[in-house]
């Protein structure tokens, strides 16, 4: 009998991929550009000569100098990926060989986790909590390290609360791994750091901070651009950094000129794009926070610091098991999807809601349909208890 290779667990964060509801709240991400914004008069003439050939392995050097500029690096640091995915893979896949010691957090963006447990590695899991605010506390990831550790992968912000690792708390860890492990890096998925709300700061690049810290991101999130399947990573240290540019060439040779010329026109006009985005997201956060306060007896929630996401969590004293079970059943029939805990290693009763994507008027008619549903779950599960 042949076996059937499942090196990939599957996640139901898949369905995301899928079709989507009418009022969709489990979505991660914001309005998608469109390309028509992207080519201006006389552009679009430009844009059709463009060979279609093979690009560089490290990926095209004027993108990976507008890169550079960006994040205060040098060209030579940046490595273009297949979307911020890729990097996460490829770190993975280099770094940890089948029974070396990884180290993340739970929840966390399922394939993140993937990756780590694709290529093999020992996964040990750092439980943040709801009831923490999602913080990292590095007194309780300290005994999770070891001689055998080659990666630590956090996110900042996180997928799916939204809710940063400050600085101090990475430098913090940094000190962990002098001290057990110095021979692994730290990879900080930045996904989320440019989605800043309204003029609220945006936190320096992790790469900053140390030698063994990679960072990677993508256009995806905060660019409105995921379908362009552009991403990088930062790797200041050469021979991790060569590593990355030859697992690329094995796995994808380079990525497309087409994506790559279209993503430097993103970051030529990043802060028009990001810009106007940002407003979007705090306009969505603002009504947002507005439906917890009005639904405080149903939910409760963490504030994010970036990104167009938030962990919600239902009333244990409102909502037992089967309601919760009903809940997500209810939603469906609601054309409302949001995002279950248990994609991300959390309780279920938990949820990713996402307030980034859908036009305000959209987002307003989501939210009510979203309360509707929890005060009817409400009524029946009472009448049965009655």
Not at 85 to 90: E, P, W
Request: net charge negative; hydrophobic share 45%.
């Amino acid at each position: 009998m042949t076996r059937t290779p499942s090196r990939f667990p599957r996640n139901e964060i898949i369905s995301l991929t899928e079709g989507a509801p009418r009022f969709d709240l489990a979505e991660s991400v914001g309005p998608d550009i469109l390309l028509r914004d992207l080519l201006k008069t006389g552009e679009a003439d430009e844009m059709e000569s463009l060979p279609l050939g093979y690009g560089t392995a490290a990926g095209d050097p004027v993108l990976r100098r507008k890169i550079a500029a960006m994040h205060g690096v040098d060209p030579d640091d940046v490595v273009i990926t297949v979307g911020g995915m890729h990097a996460l893979f490829l770190i993975g896949f280099i770094l940890c060989a089948p029974g070396d010691e990884a180290v993340t957090t739970a929840p966390l963006f399922p394939g993140a986790r993937n990756a780590l447990a694709a290529v093999g590695a020992d996964i040990k899991t750092l439980d943040v909590r709801f009831d923490e605010g999602y913080r990292i506390d590095p007194e309780r990831l300290r005994p999770l390290l070891s001689p055998k550790t080659r990666l630590i992968s956090l996110a900042s912000p996180q997928n799916p609360s939204g809710v940063a690792v400050p600085l101090e708390t990475l430098e913090q860890v940094l000190g962990l791994m002098k001290e057990i492990c110095p021979d692994a890096y730290l990879l900080v998925d930045e996904t989320y750091r440019e989605a800043a709300y309204g003029d609220d700061g945006v936190m320096p690049c992790a790469s900053d901070l140390h030698g063994r810290v990679v960072s990677c991101t993508s256009l995806s999130k905060c660019h409105g651009a995921p379908g362009l399947r552009l991403g990088w990573a930062i790797a200041r240290d050469e021979a991790l950094r060569e590593q990355l540019v030859l697992g690329k060439f094995t796995t994808v040779i380079s990525c497309s000129l087409a994506d790559e010329a279209l993503a430097l026109r993103v970051l030529e006009r990043a802060e028009e794009i990001v810009g106007k985005r940002r407003l979007h997201l705090q306009d969505g956060l603002t009504r947002t926070a507005a439906w917890v306060e009005a639904n405080s007896d149903l939910v409760e929630w963490i504030r994010p610091d970036a990104g167009a996401l938030c962990c919600m969590r239902l009333r244990q004293t409102v909502f037992d098991d089967a309601a919760v079970a009903q809940f997500y059943h209810m939603l469906g029939d609601a054309d409302v999807r949001v995002a279950s805990g248990a994609w991300f290693g959390e309780d279920a009763r938990i949820f990713r809601l996402g307030f980034g994507l859908l036009p305000m008027p959209d987002l307003e008619t989501g939210l009510d349909l979203l309360s509707r549903t929890l005060r009817r779950v409400r009524e029946i599960a009472g009448a049965e208890h009655a």
